[in-house]
């Protein structure tokens, strides 16, 4: 079978591969199509065609599989969100788990690794702690609502069709949010309907609503709601708050981040406190961290915990090691380990969340931890310490070079490598076995019923 772009196609999926979409292989070429399971058969029009793989659009599903099941969401088949929900739990987690399994034996070349059993997530649904709802002048229609002619597009608030930037799906109810959010949501729509003021267009950069973004602490159930407008308009947003915070008491929260930024993107450009504090506060083991409205925290709460805890486990410290975080973002992880290590160093190219990390450490009383800002490869060089333990925690891009030949130059006894990304961990994993054995990588689960993994990796200097 010649594979042609444009044309159309029976195929058979036969694999997941790593990034979630389906796989075929007509006469052994490769075709990934997104949503699809193995065992599916399916109709598909092919949308890009390179030398030696395409892909191609799910047209329909003309026999499923039986690995197929329905999702609990009613758009999972449609919205970015959950594109897995089709598969079960359990299967989901094998994938992950072959998913870096290939990784490090085919990007990164390192045979015999122990890869151990995922680390599941608990709860699987109602597990974000944030999201971020866009609004649109001119949502997306469900099928549903094509066949009725006396739908009108009009206003939505939601969650964006993949692969657009200006396609909104007007969401009544998202399954990986807790069930309270789902209730502001729905308010926050009414409002804007009748508040006679106009979604924001990312075509023409008109209109005033741009974003709802909300956080929930899950150890002390507090929620944030964070909305993002072009434009001031605070007696607006004030009706808007107190209808929310006289209505549900749990939310210690209401802000209005202002922003003409012409990408979308909710960064604010001006923050207005309308009710109760800038911040929420969130537990993570037995430590305290304050979430405001656009620093970073992990979006699955429990899971994370899971995730420091094997995080200390592998770094094993006895109290008199000194650790080194790379990439310490707002301090989590130097804060969990703190308790256990003499001294724990953590660099950050962001002002904001070192600023943060800073604050984290006060307010957990915490001594022994040590920030920095800027470049890994500037500040490195000026601490003059030799770890016993690095951290590293790279963005999903992973290590730079020049900072992979400083960690070989370092040498620490101990590497525990903390990755969102399977093909950057095995790549770096790769680079630092000519002085380190790779003994253990766990992966954790942090986002179900989607194709993202972490994995937790143990080094020891050879």
């Known amino acids: 079978m010649s594979i042609k772009k444009r044309k159309t196609y029976e195929l058979e999926i036969i694999d997941l591969a790593f990034g979630g979409k389906g796989l075929a292989k007509p006469d052994g070429f490769p075709v990934f199509i997104d949503r ?4 599916d058969l399916v109709f598909v029009k092919i949308t890009k065609k390179k030398k030696s793989w395409a892909e191609g659009k799910l047209i329909r599903i003309l026999k499923p599989s039986e690995l197929r099941k329905d999702g609990k969401c009613h758009y999972c088949n449609f919205c970015g969100g959950c594109k897995w929900q089709q598969l079960s739990y359990d ?6 788990k072959r998913h ?42 469900m099928p549903e609502e094509l066949e009725d002619e006396t739908i009108k597009k009009g206003f939505g608030i939601g969650l964006h069709v993949p692969g657009t930037f200006d ?10 949010m807790p069930a309270l959010g789902n209730k502001i949501l729905d308010d926050v729509r009414t409002f804007i309907k009748e508040s006679g003021s106009p979604a924001y267009n990312l075509r023409t950069h008109e209109g005033f609503w741009r974003f709802l973004m909300l956080r929930h602490s899950v150890a002390l159930d507090q929620w944030m709601v964070n909305i993002v407008t072009r434009d001031e308009d605070f007696e607006l947003i004030s009706k808007l708050g107190k209808l929310l915070s006289e209505k549900y008491p749990e939310i210690h929260s209401i802000l ?14 001006k923050e207005i406190l309308i009710h109760g504090q800038d911040h929420i506060k969130e537990k993570l083991g037995d430590f305290v961290f304050k979430i405001s409205a656009n620093s970073f925290f992990q979006t699955n709460t429990r899971a994370c915990e899971k995730l420091y805890a094997k995080v200390a486990e592998y770094a094993d410290l006895k109290g008199d ?12 992880i130097p804060i969990w380990l703190s308790r256990d290590a003499k001294m724990v160093y953590g660099i950050e190219i962001v002002t904001s969340a070192v600023i943060d990390a800073k604050k984290n450490a006060q307010l957990n009383g915490i001594e022994n931890c040590k920030f920095f800002e800027g470049d890994i490869k500037d500040v490195l060089p000026t601490l003059n310490q030799v770890p016993d333990v690095a951290i590293i925690d ?46 253990e990588i766990t992966p954790v689960d942090m ?14 200097r050879k």
């Open 321 to 332: 090691e000194t650790v080194l975080d790379l990439y310490s973002g707002t301090g989590t």
């Open 256 to 269: 209005n981040n202002i922003t003409d930024s012409k990408s979308g993107v909710s960064t604010e450009k």
């Open 167 to 176: 396609k909104v799906i007007d969401i009544k109810q998202c399954e990986i």
């Open 100 to 141: 870096v399994t290939e990784s490090i034996e085919h990007i990164g070349r390192l045979k015999d690794v122990k890869i151990a059993d995922v680390i599941a997530s608990d709860p699987i649904f109602g597990y974000r702690n944030k999201m971020e709802f866009s609004c649109s002048s001119q949502r997306w229609l």
């Open 91 to 96: 299967l989901q987690l094998e994938y992950k």
């Open 447 to 460: 986002f179900p019923h989607t194709y993202h993994i972490e994995s937790v990796a143990l080094l020891k």
């Open 36 to 39: 699809c399971v193995p065992g």
């Open 394 to 439: 790279p963005p999903r891009v992973g290590m730079h070079k020049d900072v992979v030949r400083q960690v070989l130059a370092l040498s620490p006894e101990k590497i525990v490598y903390v990755s969102c990304n399977p093909a950057t961990l095995a790549r770096d994993l790769e680079m630092l076995s000519a002085r380190y054995e790779v003994v």
